[in-house]
């Protein structure tokens, strides 16, 4: 198995048992999304809007958890 594997595997177990991690991850992952969501000047999205929204949040959240 490889590293990643290996970390991934670790990640998971915890996220399972521990649920005030798992909240946090949660809490985190929701709130790049409203915080992209709201940075989005249109009064009306659509679709296309929504789905661009999210992969911008999911790059900002993914951003932030490698950052040291």
């Known amino acids: 198995m490889s590293e990643f594997n290996d970390a991934l595997k670790i990640v998971r177990k915890h996220l399972q048992e521990d649920k ?25 999205k659509n679709r296309q809007d929504i789905h661009m929204i999210a992969n911008v949040a999911a790059s900002n959240f993914l951003d932030l958890l490698i950052k040291e």
Request: proline share 0%; glycine share 0%; no cysteine.
């Open 20 to 44: 005030d991690l798992y909240h946090t991850y949660k809490s985190n992952i929701a709130m790049v999304f409203k915080d992209q969501y709201d940075r989005n000047t249109k009064k009306y």
